[in-house]
């Protein structure tokens, strides 16, 4: 191996190589904690570290770094105490997740650094969202995050790099290629000859590295950052290194042939940096057993230390509100002055009203900026506020999700626009285990708003018409509102943007254009987790929300004889659960009423609920009424039938003479 030492005095040298030892004897202690039975599991980086440690020397402190589970040089290169990391490891209360949980899955905001998931590539878009809040504070800053040789099979990291293209971020994206995802060779997990070259196909560099380099990786990132925070845009950075170990210790290593380790032993970092530095004069025996001896007793003292840390102790109100960042909205009310508004317009009013209030807020969709999107809800935004807040994407659900939570780790507000609600399973996973548990996770905020226009009506089919709530209602850590009328379409999604918690937004694209209604102007809140009461009665209760409520107030219209209550939920996750127990309390009788399909719908949970905990104030069952148990067919005859609608009457009936 060949060093070049370029400029670099003794004294850097040796910080270099000081910098380099440590995560190699931390993780020596960790193997040999593991034969004592003493911690359970071990993600290695043996062989590795010059990636972790040269990548990170070259970022300056203040700049975002989004590590692997491989990456131990990563923390301790940015002087994280071991103790807290030991801590962390053994699930002790006073490490980063309070035993939540665990490894390197964790982010510092202290430290700057973002841990992953255990998906792999996510964490990629989280530097393009880091980045993107970079740029639109004008702040000349890089940011860099790592992936695995396995990972960059995943959509996320193809998506990312797509993004971070095309928007021109200061991304600075690491392939740790160590030739093993798991057990599967490099030459079963891509077909191309380098990874590397995977960067022309973005229109972006590609610089290919001998990761066992400690001074090529550590001079080649430094000259990649210096240029990028001048220069805003995204670097695909290829190291060529070795796993030693495992993927974890329990894997073993049976699957590699013994040539590669003996190949890659005499490419060690830590050793042939050592002997460099000796050639040079600037190391010798009794200086490198010194160092040595110094942090192993370092290493000994912060391990058996975070042992005897306090183990976290069962509070279960604390863990159900550590779901969310603490958070106690202020009430902003309607003022006298009030228009007639389409449910559309309402929503617009709503995005212009936060984009307004909020200088971090920033908007992203598909064909949202100067189209407007597709259906003109932010027509004219572009005009207003300019495209670095106002963003077309490319059709990439999942990465602008993750860019969405990057913004909010580096002090944005995002509201993600689902062109439609249906194509939010594209971005599934960043939803529901990256939005909806960051604070839970490790205390920070996820400050995001995915707008999803829902539902049927317009004879759209199976991929524009699904009412997928349900699939959201049952996440913790995600508050789902649901909107029946313009008034609250504008308030709540005021109330969403003023939030720090993730929210989905759902807005019925039927009331878009059909239904209208008198809107305050100016700026004010609805209340996230209050149901309304839209009439009172005695026979019966119907609890619905979105559409639902409107097929609910037709009905009782054309049927004054029947004295019901009616309760729009408004809010689904938090619900009303007093308002629904007043209801039930004072008729009786219920009917749930959703648009979803009937099993495993948000009115399930509703129907248990009220059976648990309003047993004694119902004279029949709770009976639902939802649409069918099929996909959503496009023909209106067919659609008609398939909605709950057409049960509704059918419901009341039966209901009513039990």
Known sequence: MQFDRKDKDDNRLLTLYKTLLYPRMVEEKMLILLRQGRIGKWFSGIGQEAIAVGSTLAMQSEEYILPMHRNLGVFTSRNIPLKKLMA???????GFTKGRDRSFHFGTQDYKIIGMISHLGPQMALADGIALADLIANKKQATLVFTGEGATSEGDFHEAINVASVWNLPVIFLIENNGYGLS????????????????????IEGIQLDGNNILEVYDKLSEIAASIRENPRPVLVECLTFRMRGHEEASGTKYVPQHLFDEWTKKDPVKNFEDYLVAENILNEELIATIKREYKA??????????????PEAHTAVEVADMFAPY????????????????????????????????????????IAEYGGAFKITDGFVAQFGKAR?????????AIVGTGLGLSINGYKAVVEMQFADFVTCGFNQIVNNLAKTHYRWGEKADVVVRMPTGAGTGAGPFHSQSNEAWFTKTPGLK???????????????????????????????????????VPDGYYTVEIGKAKVLKEGEQLAIITYGLGVHWALDYLNKHPEISATLVDLVSLQPWDKE??????KATGRVIILHEDTLSSGFGAELAAWIGENCFQ??????????????????????EDDFLAKARLAETVEKLLVY
């Open 298 to 311: 370092e290493i000994e003292q912060d391990v058996e230390e975070a042992f005897n840390e306090q183990e």
């Open 617 to 638: 104030d119902l004279d029949a069952p709770v009976m639902r009424c939802a649409s069918l148990d099929t996909a959503i067919p496009m023909s209106k005859v067919l």
């Open 184 to 203: 599967t060779p490099i030459n079963e997990q891509f077909n191309c000859k380098h990874l590397v070259d995977r960067a022309i196909g973005y229109g």
């Open 88 to 94: 962390q490891w053994q699930g002790k209360i006073s």
């Open 579 to 584: 308002t629904v127990a007043a209801a039930v």
């Open 390 to 398: 106002v963003r077309n994407t490319p059709i990439c659900e999942s």
């Open 480 to 518: 789902v509102v649901y909107p029946a009328f313009p008034y609250d379409a504008k308030g709540l999604l005021i109330a969403a943007i003023e939030d720090p918690n993730p929210v989905i937004y759902f807005e019925h694209k039927y009331l878009y254009r059909s239904l209208s209604g008198l």
């Open 328 to 367: 106690e909205a202020q009430q902003s009310l309607p003022s006298a002055a009030q228009s007639e508004k389409r449910y559309l317009d309402a929503i617009t009013d709503g995005l212009r009203e936060g984009m307004q209030r909020y200088e971090n807020l920033v908007i992203m969709g598909q064909d």
